[in-house]
C-alpha cells in the first residue's frame, strides 16, 4: 500500500489561494493579461511562500513568519490618505511627485511640474493594452514573491525618460497604503531611462497603522551613458509587511547610486538583483537599516558582472536594538566575459541590546581571472573609547550614543552623494531615535 505525500498549506497560503480565485476575473487587465497572472500564480503555486530552505530567503522564513494574508486593499479613505500624507518626510525638498494609493497610480494627487518631459503611464491601462511589457526582466519561476505579485498587481506606474533628458529637480514616487482594515497590495513600478539621460528619483512607502501588507515590485531599464541617482526609503507603519523587490539592467558607462534605507514595518525584506551588461558602467549601493523592539529587516542583493571593465561598492550600515533582527545577504557574480571587474562589498552593524540578532552572508561567485574583488562583515556594539570621548566632556550618555549612532547611520546616507536628499533622509535617523528613547 502506497501513499501519496500531501501537499499541506499554510493558513495564509489558503488565504492567498482563495482571494486569487474571488479576485481574478476582477483584476485590471485584458485576457491575455489574465492568462500571464494564471502562468504566474501556478509559479507561485507550486513553491509557495519562500521558506527556510530556499537559501535565498534562509534567514526570512515568510512560510512561518506569515500567520495570515488580508485581501487586497480597496479604495483608500480621502481623510486617511491626507493624514499619512502629511508625515512627509521629504516635506520642504522641491520634488515632482508621482502618487500611487493601495497600489493604484493616482494622476489627480500626482504633481510633475519641473518633470513634464517624463512620460507616465498607468500600469493598470498596460495590461489592458500591452500586457507583455510588465515582466520583461525577468522570469517569474526565479522568485515567489516576484511570481505573487505578478499574479495579484492591482496597478502602478510606467516612467519612460527620454534620452538625454536632465532633470533638476528630483521625482519622487511615493506609495501611500490607508486602509482602516489589514489588507494587501500588490503593485509594480516600471521604469525606463534612455541613453546619456540624468536622473534623480526618491521612492518612498508609507502607510497608515492597520496590519497591512506590501509586496512591491521594480522594473528598471538604465540606457547607455545615463548617470541615476535613486533612493528609497522604506517608512512603513509598525504593524506593516513589506516585500519590495528591484530588477535592473544597466546598460554600457552608466553611473547608477541607489541607497535604502529601512526604518519602518514589522517585517521587510528588500531584494535586488543587478545586472550590468555594458562595459564601463560603475554602480554604488548603500544601506541605512535601523532595526528595534522585535522588528525583523531583511537586505539582500544580487550583483551581476556580465561585461568587462565594471565596477561595484555596497556599503550596508545596520543598528540593531531590542530584540530586532537584522539580515544582510550580498552576492557578486563576475562572469567569465567580465574581466578588470572591481567589486567591493561591506556590510557594517552596531549592536545595541543583548537579544538583538544579525545575520551576514556575503558571498563572491567569481568566474574570471582578472578581477579584483573583496567582501567583509563587521558587528559590534558603540566603541566605548568614542562613548567615553563624549561623556569626559560633559555630554550626557544617552545623547553620546545618539550623537554615535546617527554619524554611523549618515555614512551610508551620505554616500548617495546629494546633499539635499540626504539631508532630508536623515529625519528618519532622528525619527527612529526618538521612538528608540520611549521605548
Known amino acids: 500500500m502506497s501513499v501519496e505525500p500531501r501537499n499541506l498549506r499554510t493558513r495564509a497560503e489558503e488565504q492567498i489561494a482563495a482571494e486569487y480565485q474571488a479576485r481574478r476575473e476582477s483584476l485590471p487587465g485584458s485576457r491575455e493579461a489574465l492568462a500571464r497572472r494564471d502562468a504566474a500564480y501556478a509559479a507561485y503555486a507550486a513553491v509557495g511562500l519562500p521558506h527556510r530552505r530556499v537559501e535565498a530567503w534562509k534567514y526570512t522564513d515568510l512560510r512561518a513568519l506569515l500567520r495570515a494574508v488580508p485581501p487586497l486593499a480597496g479604495e483608500a479613505p480621502a481623510a486617511m490618505v491626507s493624514e499619512i500624507a502629511e508625515g512627509d518626510v521629504l516635506a520642504g525638498l ?8 493601495n497600489g493604484r497610480y493616482r494622476a489627480d494627487l500626482s504633481d510633475l511640474r519641473g518633470a513634464e518631459a517624463l512620460k507616465v503611464e498607468n500600469v493598470a491601462d498596460i495590461l489592458a493594452s500591452d500586457p507583455a511589457r510588465i515582466g520583461a526582466l525577468f522570469a517569474n519561476e526565479d522568485d515567489a514573491m516576484l511570481a505573487l505579485n505578478a499574479a495579484l498587481v492591482q496597478g502602478g506606474v510606467a516612467v519612460t525618460v527620454p534620452a538625454k533628458t536632465e532633470l533638476k529637480a528630483p521625482v519622487e514616487i511615493v506609495h501611500i497604503t490607508a486602509s482602516t482594515d489589514p489588507a494587501s497590495v500588490a503593485t509594480r513600478t516600471i521604469v525606463s531611462i534612455g541613453a546619456q539621460a540624468s536622473l534623480r528619483l526618491i521612492e518612498t512607502f508609507l502607510g497608515g497603522a492597520s496590519a497591512y501588507q506590501v509586496n512591491a515590485v521594480t522594473e528598471l531599464t ?5 548617470n541615476v541617482s535613486w533612493s528609497r526609503l522604506q517608512g512603513e507603519g509598525r504593524e506593516a509587511v513589506h516585500v519590495g523587490s528591484l530588477i535592473a539592467r544597466l546598460g554600457r558607462d552608466v553611473g547608477f547610486d541607489h541607497l535604502i534605507v529601512n526604518a519602518g514595518a514589522a517585517l521587510s525584506r528588500w531584494q535586488s538583483r543587478i545586472r550590468l551588461t555594458g562595459s ?3 554602480i554604488g549601493f548603500y544601506g541605512a537599516n535601523m532595526l528595534a523592539g522585535r522588528e525583523h529587516g531583511d537586505l539582500s542583493l544580487v550583483v551581476e558582472h556580465a561585461a568587462p571593465h565594471t565596477t561595484s561598492r555596497e556599503v550596508f550600515k545596520n543598528v540593531i536594538d531590542g530584540a530586532g533582527h537584522g539580515v544582510f545577504q550580498g552576492r557578486i557574480v563576475v562572469e567569465p566575459d567580465a574581466q578588470k571587474t572591481d567589486g567591493k562589498m561591506m556590510a557594517q552593524t552596531l549592536l545595541l541590546s ?3 540578532e544579525f545575520d551576514s552572508k556575503p558571498e563572491l561567485e567569481i568566474f574570471a581571472d582578472d578581477v579584483v574583488c ?10 566605548e573609547n568614542h562613548l567615553f570621548y563624549l561623556l569626559s566632556r560633559g555630554v550626557p550618555r544617552a545623547e553620546a550614543e545618539r550623537l554615535l549612532i546617527e554619524a554611523f547611520l549618515a555614512d551610508a546616507i551620505d554616500a548617495i552623494g546629494d546633499e539635499a536628499i540626504a539631508d532630508a533622509l536623515k529625519g528618519t535617523i532622528g525619527q527612529w531615535l526618538a521612538r528608540r528613547a520611549k521605548g
Open 94 to 101: 522641491d520634488r515632482a511627485r508621482i502618487v500611487i494609493v
Open 374 to 383: 573583496g567582501h567583509g562583515s563587521t558587528t559590534a556594539r558603540i566603541d
Open 354 to 356: 543583548n537579544d538583538g
Open 280 to 282: 564601463g558602467t560603475r
Open 222 to 226: 538604465i540606457g547607455d551613458g545615463a
